[in-house]
């Protein structure tokens, strides 16, 4: 990033893996793998909102645990013979709690004016550096907004 610093844009803040950046200027999203790369990036006083949201499947954690427990006891009461369904229901119940496990995760969306939006999940970082990011977003939007009004009023004045 620093190859493209703007002038007199400095380096407030990076997540781990470096694919989101903070400057005093702008966020900037830059995502890339073997199959598609993608680049968002956002002029501070073009921000409108900031989101961080969780999505789950509970779904797959009801039948988790309804098969798992209704396997445990099909498997207890068969403990003589004939326990492949309650063999199988746990089993069943297990994987449905490993996919619930699995497909859990945490969403920052960041929101232009009526322009782009940034959107990454929060794996690899933790919850006080998701609340840091946006904490330190409002605030360097807030001294960018405050800073081009003040060149505004000077040059009108």
Known sequence: ????????????????????????????YHAVN???AHLVSVM????SSCEVRYQSSPLLLILGV??????????LQSMFG???IGAAGLLLGVILLLCYVITRK????????GGARIGFETSGMK???????????????HERVTTLARSANAVYA
Request: no cysteine; hydrophobic share 40%.
């Open 1 to 28: 990033m620093e190859n493209y610093l703007l002038e007199g844009e400095e380096l407030l803040q990076h997540s781990p893996n470096n694919v989101v950046v903070l400057t005093t200027h702008r966020i900037r």
């Open 34 to 36: 073997s199959s598609h």
């Open 44 to 47: 501070l006083e073009k921000v």
């Open 66 to 75: 309804t098969f798992g427990v209704l396997g445990g006891i099909s498997l």
């Open 82 to 84: 004939g326990g492949e």
């Open 106 to 113: 945490h969403i920052v969306s960041i929101a232009s004016d």
């Open 127 to 141: 919850k006080e550096s998701v609340v840091s990011l946006i904490n330190n977003l409002e605030k360097a939007k």
